[in-house]
Each structure stands twice: as C-alpha cells, then as structure tokens.
C-alpha cells in the first residue's frame, strides 16, 4: 500500500477541487461484508467474476420530480426491484455535469453531478442505500475526450491565446496544412465516428482539434503526463468515496497514430470523399497498453474495484486478450466490452447499412472470444444490448412478434450459461423489444440526427423516397434511441408507463406496447419474462459449472440449433437453443444422447414435453425453444480417454472429461 504524500503540479492544483493524494482505499462497512463473500473464498475469483451487471440508462430509468428525465432518486427508489431481480451490481450511465450533446458522454465536469439528475446528496444516498442493500455500483465515465464546454478544454483554448497556464496541450492541437497553391486542409484525412472530419478548426487561435466523435467532444491528449494525472485524480475522488469501479468508455481509443512527419492519412476506401475511415489510426494505438498499464498501477491497483473498459472499433479476441493479463507488471484491465457479435449486421462496419446474417456466423463470434478469453486465463463478459445498440430480442430473434416471451427466454438461457460477467441492460428482463416505429420524436441521439439529417439533404428529390425509407428501417432497427426508450413500470399509466407522473412528457415516447412490457405486471405473472430471469439468475449462482465451467460448442455449422457443453469437475450442462420460430429436428450427436436429466425449459408447464424425442437420437424443438440438460460423472478424472469421445473438460483445474461414443 503506498502512503506517501505526492506535491500536485501547478497546472494540477486549479483543476481538482479535492485532489484525493495520499492514495487511501475506502469503502464503507458495507462493501468489506460483500468483499469477503463465501462465494469469493471458494473460487478465489475476483468478485465481479460470478456478478451480474445491471446497466441503469438513468434518463430513461424512473423520473421522481416529473421533469421528464430520469433521475439518481428514482434509482434509489427501485432499489428494492433490482435486490429481487438478483443482480449484484448495478452500472450507472454517466451522471457528470454535461452540455447533454451526447447524453452525458460529453463531460463538462468530472467533480459535479449533473442537476437532470439530482446532487452530491442525491448520490450519496443512493450509494450508500445500494452498498446496505448488497450492491455495487459503478460509474460510466469518458476519459477519452470530455465536453468542449468543460474548463479544462476553456483552460487550453485560453492557453493558446496567451494565457500563462500551462494547459495548451490537454487536447490534441495541430496547424492546418498547406499545399503548393496555399490552400489549407485538416491535419490528416481521417473521419469522425459520428461526422464529416475528425478535426476541427477554431479560428481565433487557427488551429484544428482532434474529435473521434463529435465535434463538442474534443479528445483529451493522453501524451500529456499532466492530462493522465488529472484523470487518476478523477478516478480516485469517485473510488474514495466508495464506488465499486467504473466502465471506462471508448478506452482503447486513448493514443493515436502519429509519427515523425505528423498525422498519417487512412487508406482511401471513399475515393470521393476527403474524410477516410481511420479505426486503425485511432483505436488501439501504439502507447494504448502503456497508458493503461500505468492507470492500473496508479489506481486500481490500490482498490478493490472494477475495471471494465470498453473496446471500440473492431476489437479481436486476440488483441482483446492483451488488455486483460493478470500477470503482474502486465495488469491492465478486469475486462472488457468486445462488438463482434454485435455487429454481424453491419456492412463493413456501417451500422447504417443492414445485412441479414445466420447462426452459424454467431456461433462462430460467440466461441472464439469464449475459447480465446479462457485460453489467455482471462474472463470475458457476455452480453447482448446497451445503450447504444438496439435491442436483443429484436437483433437475434427473428420472429418474435408471434412469440416474443419464448424469444425473451431463450436469450436470458443462453446469456446465464455462457462463461463471463453477465451484463444486462434495463427492460432486457421484461423482454423489451424495439417500437419497430419511426417518427421524428423518436430521433434524439445525436448519431442518429447527424444520419438522419444527412440523408435529408442528400435525397431531396422524389425519386429519393425509397433512400429515405430505408434511413428509417435503418433507424428503427439500430439507431440507439430505439433502447433508450423509458422504462414501463406500470401497465395502467398509458401515458408514461408509470415513468414519470401523469403530467409530465417523458423526453423520449414511451414503448406503443408498453402494457406488455410493464415491470409490475410481469413480477406477479409467475410465467413471466422477468420471472424467469430472475430464475435464470439463480439457476447460475447455484450451479458452479454455469460460471466456472469450460465451454465447448457442438455442430458449429447447424443452421438453427445453438449448442454447447459447459463442464467443471464433475458437473457437466448441455444447452440446446432453437433460434428459429419454426420446429425444428436435432440429431444429437453420440456423446449428447443419454444420461442427462432436464434441468429446465423456456416453455411453460403444460405445453408438452421439452424437445420431444422423435427417435433415440433425435429430438423435435419447437419455436424458440431452449433446454438446459445436466449429467453428473463421478468418475470425470479417472474415465478412460482412449475409449474415445469429445473432449469437454476443464483444463484449467487439470480434468479432463470425456464422454464415450
């Protein structure tokens, strides 16, 4: 533990109102308890290894003071709901004060709580009533770039004009280029996330900033020990006051390509376009493990406290891998938020342009961050929507319209029986699905305005009529409002869904299906959705082999049915999903034919046996549905390889399993 006293820089002391040096660890009596749970002690595993994660989008959670957004004392107020649920922690979408240009994500101060949402006190209380209750909580923080409105961005542009501050290098500053003829151009071709050039140009001291996405969220220059100081301090003010851990947004896009003659340009992909698709000079940058590794070491590595980082930009379980070491001296991150599978809707990355995509191809993406994560000794996580993709059972059930419950089921069976930290985004457990409606109410997130407004201008005439209404499937189907939609508590409020009070407008429309979704509703259906994730919740945290237990997948290449084992020591799962809504005839392969009882189904009781044996080595699943089989073989260690099998063990703990032919 280190406890010696560091002297802040002159051009620190102005920016922390409470600079936390030395470094001490606190955490209230509360959070040693859930420290020191049995469950820890057993495994030896990182408390966040068994959890499961709760992502809170706080504008669209519970409004208590009827101005339309959602607020920290309505987070407080569900507290009770989320003990129920069965989640361990609870992630809270950014609550800094913000300009609100990118929902939050664009920090205009990193000390201050935004007033939509409440105060200090606010979040004091809340903190302190989730720790009571035996949960955690985390922050989304953006340290990559901040809100131009935010001082320290004022502070440089100040700089710049003279004043003696020592702050014109916290953002990444550079001239305009100018060829033969005198004409001048941004610093290197390559494209905002978001819009037209990644640089933007301020005319009262001429130069152009660096923005990875919008243009009021300049990036923060991470080459600048001073700028890297002033980011643990922000760290270490939230952990001291007792905070769990944070989800560090966009984290791998922390250094950039840049060279000896300045910024390269992208490779022309958009041969009429100045602006270039630039993931590789941005993300993933050659001092990208250097800067984290000495985060760790300044911070982290003096609490009890997650790292959760998210990985932008086309992430691959290997370079993936290199972000979560638990080597010492190599310590970067807990774990991380990979998109592959994701974005196997995309075209090339464009989230605009749709694809239809089949199972095998999920499969596929699914099973090499499982194998790779646990071949490194790490731990991935698993998950299937956020704030900022649309919904699950809207992406990975097809047909669902007809059987959105059993399509709700099956997901929540096969989120809680891969291998990682669950997360879970609000309204997954109430099988939300996106409104599948376009109107310009709906169209708030600045991405999908700047799109939006875009093909607008773009397509004008008549004949753009067909370009237009694909910009609004497009929107419909992935834009990120579409999961921002306010949660429905109460299935008799028909104008908020009990989010807010009745005179109020919440700021985005409520869900037109709102009764079905309704929390309260669903938690006294006992045939509900939310109930069977509440199930699916302890069904994991009873059964070891569903956290722990190595992951195998069976016949990659069927077109309907997911399979796979899940094996640790003795106990072995077999987990057979339908992602189709039609019936469909699974020859189970040898080793997956017998000894193995029924653990549960998504269908209700009543509705016929599960996954009805048509033949001794085949089984008929009806329309989305899922089965999860256990056997138990006592004699895993000792079973004779040489018989011949699959091999579906665990080689981390030194047993092999293997099931005969």
């Given at each position: 533990?280190?406890n010696?006293?560091k002297?802040?820089?002159?051009?620190?002391?102005?920016?922390e109102?409470?600079?936390s040096f030395?470094?001490?660890?606190?955490?209230?009596?509360?959070i040693?308890?859930?420290?020191?749970?049995?469950d820890?002690?057993?495994t030896?595993?990182?408390?966040w290894?068994?959890?499961?994660?709760?992502?809170?989008?706080?504008?669209?959670?519970?409004?208590?003071?009827?101005?339309?957004?959602?607020?920290?004392?309505?987070?407080t107020?569900?507290l009770?709901?989320?003990?129920?649920?069965?989640?361990?922690?609870?992630?809270l979408?950014?609550?800094?004060?913000?300009?609100?240009?990118d929902?939050?994500?664009?920090?205009?101060?990193?000390?201050?709580?935004?007033?939509?949402?409440?105060?200090?006190?606010?979040?004091?209380?809340?903190?302190?009533?989730?720790?009571?209750?035996?949960?955690?909580?985390i922050?989304?923080?953006?340290?990559?770039?901040t809100?131009?409105?935010?001082?320290?961005?004022?502070?440089?542009?100040?700089?710049?004009?003279?004043?003696?501050?020592g702050m014109?290098d916290?953002?990444?500053?550079?001239?305009?280029?100018?060829d033969?003829q005198?004409?001048?151009?941004?610093?290197?071709?390559?494209?905002s996330v978001?819009?037209?050039?990644?640089?933007?140009?301020?005319p009262?001291i001429s130069?152009?900033?660096l923005?990875?996405?919008?243009?009021?969220?300049?990036?923060l220059?991470?080459?600048?020990?001073?700028?890297?100081?002033?980011?643990?301090?922000?760290?270490?003010?939230?952990?001291?006051?007792?905070?769990?851990?944070?989800?560090?947004d966009?984290?791998?896009?922390i250094s950039?390509v840049?060279?000896?003659?300045?910024?390269?340009?992208?490779q022309i992909?958009?041969p009429?376009?100045?602006?270039?698709k630039?993931?590789?000079?941005?993300?993933?940058?050659?001092?990208?493990?250097?800067y984290?590794?000495?985060?760790?070491d300044?911070?982290?590595?003096?609490?009890d406290?997650l790292?959760?980082?998210?990985?932008?930009?086309?992430?691959?379980?290997?370079?993936?891998?290199?972000?979560?070491?638990?080597?010492?001296?190599?310590?970067?991150l807990?774990?991380i938020?990979?998109?592959?599978h994701?974005e196997?809707?995309?075209?090339?990355?464009?989230k605009?342009?749709?694809?239809?995509?089949?199972l095998?191809?999920?499969?596929?993406?699914?099973?090499?961050?499982?194998?790779r994560?646990?071949?490194?000794?790490?731990?991935?996580?698993?998950?299937?929507e956020?704030?900022?993709?649309?919904?699950?059972?809207s992406?990975?059930?097809?047909?669902?319209?007809?059987?959105?419950?059993?399509?709700?089921?099956?997901?929540?069976?096969?989120?809680?029986?891969?291998?990682?930290?669950?997360?879970?985004?609000?309204?997954?457990?109430?099988?939300?699905q996106?409104?599948?409606?376009?109107?310009e109410?709906?169209?708030?997130?600045v991405?999908t305005?700047i799109?939006w407004?875009a093909?607008?201008?773009?397509?004008?005439?008549?004949?753009?009529?067909?370009?237009?209404?694909?910009a609004?499937?497009?929107?419909?189907?992935?834009?990120?409002?579409?999961?921002?939609?306010?949660?429905?508590?109460?299935?008799?409020?028909?104008?908020?869904?009990?989010?807010?009070?009745s005179?109020?407008?919440?700021?985005?429309?409520?869900?037109p299906?709102?009764?079905?979704?309704?929390?309260?509703?669903?938690?006294?259906?006992?045939?509900?959705?939310?109930?069977?994730?509440?199930?699916?919740?302890?069904?994991?945290?009873?059964?070891k082999?569903?956290?722990?237990?190595?992951?195998?997948?069976?016949?990659?290449?069927?077109?309907?049915?997911?399979a796979?084992?899940?094996?640790?020591?003795?106990?072995?799962?077999?987990?057979?999903?339908?992602?189709?809504?039609?019936?469909?005839?699974?020859?189970?392969?040898?080793?997956?034919?017998e000894?193995?009882?029924?653990?549960?189904?998504?269908?209700?009781?009543?509705?016929g046996?599960?996954?009805?044996?048509v033949?001794?080595d085949?089984?008929?699943?009806?329309?989305?549905?899922?089965?999860?089989?256990?056997?138990?073989?006592?004699?895993?260690?000792?079973?004779n390889?040489?018989?011949?099998?699959?091999?579906?063990?665990?080689?981390?703990?030194?047993?092999?399993c293997v099931?005969a032919?």
């Amino acid at each position: 533990m280190r406890n010696e006293s560091k002297q802040l820089s002159p051009i620190l002391a102005h920016l922390e109102p409470s600079p936390s040096f030395p470094i001490k660890p606190s955490h209230a009596p509360a959070i040693i308890e859930l420290n020191s749970s049995k469950d820890e002690a057993d495994t030896g595993e990182p408390w966040w290894t068994d959890a499961v994660i709760y992502q809170i989008f706080v504008p669209s959670f519970k409004d208590t003071n009827a101005d339309g957004y959602g607020d920290l004392n309505g987070i407080t107020e569900k507290l009770n709901y989320l003990v129920q649920l069965g989640v361990d922690v609870i992630w809270l979408s950014p609550i800094f004060d913000s300009p609100m240009y990118d929902m939050g994500y664009d920090i205009s101060d990193y000390y201050t709580i935004n007033p939509l949402y409440g105060d200090m006190e606010d979040f004091n209380q809340l903190l302190n009533a989730a720790h009571r209750k035996g949960l955690r909580v985390i922050l989304d923080v953006a340290l990559n770039h901040t809100s131009s409105e935010n001082r320290w961005f004022k502070k440089s542009v100040a700089a710049h004009l003279g004043e003696p501050n020592g702050m014109g290098d916290f953002y990444i500053w550079e001239d305009a280029i100018e060829d033969a003829q005198g004409n001048k151009r941004p610093p290197s071709n390559w494209a905002s996330v978001f819009e037209g050039c990644m640089w933007e140009w301020v005319p009262e001291i001429s130069k152009y900033y660096l923005h990875i996405f919008g243009r009021a969220q300049p990036d923060l220059n991470w080459e600048n020990p001073h700028v890297r100081r002033a980011v643990y301090n922000v760290l270490r003010f939230w952990l001291d006051k007792g905070v769990d851990g944070f989800r560090l947004d966009a984290i791998n896009c922390i250094s950039k390509v840049r060279n000896e003659d300045g910024w390269p340009d992208a490779q022309i992909i958009w041969p009429l376009r100045f602006e270039q698709k630039a993931n590789q000079m941005f993300a993933n940058g050659p001092r990208v493990h250097d800067y984290l590794r000495e985060m760790h070491d300044e911070v982290f590595a003096h609490y009890d406290a997650l790292a959760l980082g998210e990985m932008s930009c086309g992430i691959t379980p290997e370079l993936g891998s290199e972000f979560i070491s638990r080597d010492r001296g190599k310590q970067e991150l807990d774990l991380i938020v990979h998109f592959e599978h994701v974005e196997l809707d995309c075209v090339d990355g464009d989230k605009w342009i749709l694809r239809d995509w089949e199972l095998p191809e999920l499969k596929a993406a699914v099973s090499k961050w499982q194998t790779r994560m646990a071949e490194v000794g790490g731990w991935d996580t698993v998950w299937m929507e956020n704030h900022d993709q649309p919904r699950g059972l809207s992406r990975f059930c097809k047909a669902t319209k007809i059987c959105r419950e059993l399509g709700a089921k099956l997901l929540a069976m096969w989120l809680f029986t891969l291998q990682g930290t669950v997360l879970l985004y609000q309204g997954q457990e109430l099988g939300m699905q996106n409104p599948d409606e376009f109107s310009e109410d709906m169209v708030r997130d600045v991405e999908t305005v700047i799109y939006w407004n875009a093909i607008r201008s773009r397509h004008k005439d008549e004949g753009a009529l067909q370009m237009l209404e694909l910009a609004r499937k497009a929107i419909v189907t992935k834009g990120r409002d579409v999961g921002r939609i306010p949660i429905p508590w109460s299935p008799s409020c028909h104008d908020s869904g009990g989010f807010t009070s009745s005179s109020a407008h919440p700021w985005l429309p409520i869900h037109p299906n709102l009764e079905e979704f309704a929390a309260e509703k669903q938690i006294r259906d006992h045939d509900s959705v939310w109930v069977f994730y509440r199930n699916m919740i302890r069904l994991r945290k009873e059964h070891k082999a569903l956290i722990y237990g190595v992951y195998e997948i069976i016949e990659p290449n069927h077109p309907s049915i997911f399979a796979y084992t899940r094996t640790w020591v003795d106990e072995c799962y077999l987990i057979a999903l339908n992602f189709v809504g039609e019936d469909t005839d699974w020859e189970l392969p040898p080793p997956c034919r017998e000894g193995w009882s029924l653990v549960t189904s998504n269908y209700q009781q009543g509705q016929g046996d599960p996954a009805r044996r048509v033949a001794s080595d085949r089984r008929m699943f009806r329309p989305y549905e899922g089965i999860i089989w256990r056997k138990i073989k006592t004699d895993c260690a000792t079973h004779n390889a040489e018989k011949g099998g699959i091999e579906i063990g665990r080689p981390s703990a030194g047993i092999r399993c293997v099931y005969a032919n």
